[in-house]
Structure formats: C-alpha cells, structure tokens
T-cell receptor
Framework: NAGVTQTPKFQVLKTGQSMTLQCAQD?????MYWYRQDPGMGLRLIYY???????DKGEVPNGYNVSRLNKREFSLRLESAAPSQTSVYFC???????????FGEGSWLTVV | DQQVKQNSPSLSVQEGRISILNCDYT??????FLWYKKYPAEGPTFLIS?????DKNEDGRFTVFLNKSAKHLSLHIVPSQPGDSAVYFC?????????????FGTGTQLKVEL
C-alpha cells in the first residue's frame, strides 16, 4: 500500500537548471496538491488540482508549473531553479470529501 | 496574509501532563479544521479533525476544540507522552472547484520531557 509516492527524494540542482518532481497516488483521490515547507513558514501551497483536468495556483506559485497527467499523477516542474527554491516539497492527495489530506514523504531539493 | 496562525513556535511539557496547542484563523469561509503531526524527515500525518458545525471532537488522548465566534481552535493531548514530541500543524479547509483547499499554520514544535 504505497499511498502517495514522490520522486526523487533528494536532489541538488545548479541555479538555472530545470527539473520535475513526480507524484503518484494509488488512493483513487480526486484532489492533489504540492506544498513546500520552509523553516518558520509552515506548509505553503504551491499549486493544487481539485480534480483531474484542473489546476490552480496556491499561495506561492511563482517559478513553478504543474501538470495533472491523469487521476493518479501530479508533477511539479521548476523551469529555471533559483536558490530561493531550496526547500522540502510535499505532494498530497485528498478525496474531496471529508477534507483529510494524505502526504507523501517529501522531496528535499537544494539549489546551489 | 497569514489566514491560519499558530503563535507559539514551541511548547515544552512534562510527560503525563496536558499539552495545549493553539491555532487562530481569519477566514470565515473555512468549514473544516484539521491537525497534523510531523516527525523530522517524514511527511505530515493526519491526527484529528473537526467540522465547523461542531465544537469538540475527541479521539483517544487527543481532543480538538473549536470556538467559531473567536475563530480559534485548540488541540489537547492528555496525557502527553515522549512519542508525542513532533511539530504540530493546524490546517483549515474550504471547498473550491470540486475539491478542497487546505491552508496550514506555521507549526508548533512540541517537546514532551521525561
């Protein structure tokens, strides 16, 4: 029972490089989310997809793009990484009913 | 604009005593509130939730209280155990576009001491 799977778990990028964080869920949930966690800032929503075929900006979308590839997968892309994007990234899913969100284990990204 | 606030970044409690974690919110559109627990190097895990139509929800050692008029909720842990040491995030949810949007507070680091 994998739940929410994120890859990669760790990544070091140089400023200006691009990369995609992958997220897949086997919980048949409608909604998917990308959050970042920074010290003293809590969990901030980057983008979310309320249901398959839709995506919307969250609190801190600048510098990111997302793709809801299908019901299972929701990817986060950094087109030109900046040191300010050094963070821990969490993918999450929810049924859309009951509101409980289930998180992946996180992806640690460092931009140098 | 921080819509969900946890004003205490840390809390230290003795084992066996009560831990009280507080959370305030500003958006009256929130209709569901949740608490998450996070250990280092792991994703947050769901702990307990409460609907805006209730004022209390209890699950074992964990109780969440909601005061809508004050836009305040709290998490009580009784008795506190060393394994409860973690960061606790308060979250508030509102419906949007067929799903839900969760807004998190900044977290409170709870340390339960022996």
């Amino acid at each position: 029972n994998a739940g929410v799977t994120q890859t990669p778990k760790f990544q070091v990028l140089k400023t200006g490089q691009s990369m995609t964080l992958q997220c897949a869920q086997d919980m048949n949930h409608n909604s998917m989310y990308w959050y970042r966690q920074d010290p003293g800032m809590g969990l901030r929503l980057i983008y979310y997809s309320a249901s398959e075929g839709t995506t919307d900006k969250g609190e801190v979308p600048n510098g990111y793009n997302v793709s809801r590839l299908n019901k299972r997968e929701f990817s986060l892309r950094l087109e030109s990484a900046a040191p300010s994007q050094t963070s821990v990234y969490f993918c999450a899913t929810a049924t859309g009913i009951g509101n409980t969100i289930y998180f992946g284990e996180g992806s640690w990204l460092t931009v140098v | 604009d921080q819509q969900v606030k946890q004003n205490s970044p840390s809390l230290s409690v003795q084992e066996g005593r009560i831990s009280i974690l507080n959370c305030d919110y500003t958006n009256s559109m929130f209709d569901y509130f949740l608490w998450y627990k996070k250990y280092p190097a792991e994703g947050p895990t769901f702990l307990i939730s409460i609907s805006s139509i209730k004022d209390k929800n209890e699950d074992g050692r964990f109780t969440v209280f909601l005061n809508k008029s004050a836009k305040h909720l709290s998490l009580h842990i009784v008795p506190s155990q060393p394994g409860d040491s973690a960061v606790y995030f308060c979250a508030a949810s509102r419906p949007v576009g067929g799903g839900n949007k969760l807004t998190f507070g900044t977290g409170t680091q709870l340390k339960v001491e022996l």
